[in-house]
């Protein structure tokens, strides 16, 4: 099984660099590792577990499990990602913290 | 009178026909009559969402006045497991099963609305629950069920919880129903009578239940986009079903008036075939009421809380009535408008004719008092609970991790609060309690958000009468 390098960045700068293997996703290999990352639902509904590629195209550096409900077509395209569902394919940076998923929505009145 | 202390004697009052044996009261006025001042609430408090690496907790918070830790969280029963968002939770018997002897309102039923995972505490000792049991997601999603809501009892002893998804975060949602071991006895309709589920409330002797709609889990989980309203993503409609049979009587849609049909209630008394329905999106309560000549029910707007402007956003605000209850004398209807941060009270004594009787202007965005206490609102008044006699209004300030992210982002830094109001029901009156507040800004993991408000022994927006 082939094993990647995915590097967590939270926005206060801290960064934590964790081997994930192809078969298990980001929030798998981030809680063996002892590191707490918000989700909630683990089925790729409720973007709790939002994250968000800091280079490269989704595409080829994670592939999502099954279909990221949670993110719309415009999330997608900016390199948001579900950890509960996304696998790396290669080595990657990922903004985590709770404040990625507050990204995807704003107050629509403001 | 508590449920510990319930006898085989017959309730004074009692208009039906047998004994009351279990828990709870026989009739609403002798909840009114016969029970003491709530000395504690039990409170959904959640971690879910933030960076705070904690799970979600039950709160108990002292509300005896005379108490040295008055006002303050005396006891959290933690979760097993992170991510749930505990949201609502019920009884797992209520005064509906008066009649069942040998049944105490001892267990608490608490879903995790983004995990599905269902908790069963044990209350025996109002201060100290314990966890119970546990049903995992999976054997939930094994009935193409997901994220539950609201718990009620059923008569019989067994517990009926509404889904809003189906095992993938879409639609349908439907029913789950347990038994009193809190297995699940398998889903409570006929699958696909709805599509949108939220809230519900039943009528035992009427034979009726009346369901609501918020919108697919993967719709509102997230959080609030706009286009999900114009795609059509979020109901509008309430459905009345046959008790029985658990199928679909009859829909009413409550088009653009009625966007986001959120907490419905019957009056209390059995009898009653009225009841009222906050639409939250639309910020509008519509009266229902069964029509005897046209062999129907019917719904008509009956308060409208309009939208106001606000000098830093774009557009008029909506009030946006999340939740509502009706005191245990079916005189007042509460309700809260999260947004505008207002608490209202109106007599519905007439209830196709509310006549608006008081509110308070608190925390939310144009609330007059922003702070209590010293402390700082972080939000608006969102679910409320009323004491059985109606004197003491309280209420917490978050609606929902990912909706609180949006329009109230201080209540991650700051944690919710829960405050109270005394209410004089002879003069429709509130008046804030300055001297109250309950702080979850403190928490020793850090600070965290407060949902829904139960008493150990019955409240207004959970005990049904058969
Ligand atoms: S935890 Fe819900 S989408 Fe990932």
Redesign the interface.
């Given at each position: 099984m082939t094993n990647h390098d995915a590097t967590l960045e939270?926005p206060d700068g801290r960064s934590r660099t964790i081997e994930v293997r192809e078969d298990e996703t980001i929030l798998e290999a981030a809680e063996r590792n002892d590191i707490?990352l918000?989700?909630?639902?683990?089925?790729?509904?409720?973007?709790?577990c939002?994250g968000r590629l800091l280079e490269g195209a989704a595409d080829d550096a994670l592939a999502h499990r099954r279909r990221p409900?949670?993110?719309?077509d415009r999330h997608l395209a900016d390199g948001y990602v579900l950890l509960c569902l996304a696998s790396p394919r290669a080595d990657c940076r990922i903004a985590v913290?709770?404040s990625v998923?507050?990204e995807?929505?704003?107050?629509?009145?403001? | 009178m508590s449920d510990a202390s319930t006898s085989g004697d017959v309730e004074p009052g009692h208009d039906h026909e047998h004994h009351h044996e279990g828990p709870g009261y026989a009739t609403p006025q002798a909840a009114i009559e016969e029970s003491e001042r709530e000395q504690l609430a039990y409170v959904m408090s959640l971690y879910v969402g933030t960076d705070v690496d904690a799970p979600d907790f039950v709160a108990v918070v002292d509300l005896d006045p005379d108490s040295e830790t008055y006002c303050e969280i005396v006891d959290r029963v933690e979760m097993p497991e992170r991510g749930d968002e505990l949201h609502h939770f019920g009884w797992n018997a209520c005064s509906s099963s008066c009649h069942v002897d040998g049944l105490e309102r001892r267990h608490l039923i608490v879903p995790g609305q983004r995990s599905s995972r269902i908790h069963v505490l044990d209350a025996a000792d109002r201060r100290n629950p314990e966890l119970e049991t546990v049903i995992e997601p999976e054997d939930v999603f094994e009935y193409d069920l997901s994220a539950p809501h609201t718990v009620h009892c059923i008569p019989d002893g067994q517990i009926l919880i509404s889904m809003l998804g189906d095992a993938d975060g879409e639609l349908p949602g439907g029913f789950l129903e347990l038994n009193e071991d809190f297995e699940i006895e398998g889903r409570w309709e006929p699958p696909g009578e709805i599509e949108m589920n939220y809230d519900y409330w039943y009528q035992p002797r009427q034979n009726v239940m009346v369901s609501t709609e918020w919108a697919a889990p993967k719709t509102y989980y997230p959080g609030f986009d706009l286009e999900d309203v114009e795609a059509g993503n979020y109901g509008r409609k309430i459905h009345f079903w046959d008790w029985e049979d658990g199928t679909v009587e009859q829909t009413i849609d409550l088009g653009e008036e009625g966007q986001i049909p959120l907490e419905v209630r019957f009056l209390h008394t059995p009898e009653s075939t009225h009841g009222f329905v906050g639409t939250a999106l639309s910020s509008n309560m519509f009266h229902f009421f069964y029509d005897v000549d046209a062999d129907e029910y019917r719904a008509e707007k009956v308060i409208d809380f309009e939208a106001r402007e606000h000098e830093d956003w774009d557009m008029p605000v909506p009030g946006l009535t999340t939740d509502i209850l009706i005191s245990m004398d079916d005189r007042y209807l509460f309700g809260s408008n999260w947004l505008h941060g207002d608490v209202w009270m109106y007599d519905v004594s007439d209830p196709s004719n509310p006549r608006r009787a008081d509110s308070l202007s608190v925390g939310g965005t144009f609330g007059e008092v922003q702070e209590v206490r010293g402390r700082e609102l972080a939000g608006g008044p969102q679910m409320l609970q009323l004491s059985l006699d109606g004197e003491r209004l309280y209420w917490t300030t978050s609606l929902f991790s990912s909706w609180d992210d949006q329009f109230y982002p201080e209540e991650a830094e700051r944690g919710s609060v829960m405050l109270k109001a005394d209410v004089d029901p002879r003069t429709g009156t509130m008046e804030l309690d300055e001297d109250f507040l309950v702080d979850w800004g403190d928490c020793p993991a850090g600070p965290a958000r407060a949902h829904e408000i139960r008493w150990p022994d019955g409240d207004c927006t959970s005990d049904v009468w058969q």
């Open positions: 939270w707490g918000p989700f909630g639902c683990r089925t790729g509904a409720c973007g709790t939002t409900r949670a993110l719309k913290g709770s998923h507050t995807l929505v704003d107050n629509p009145w403001k | -």
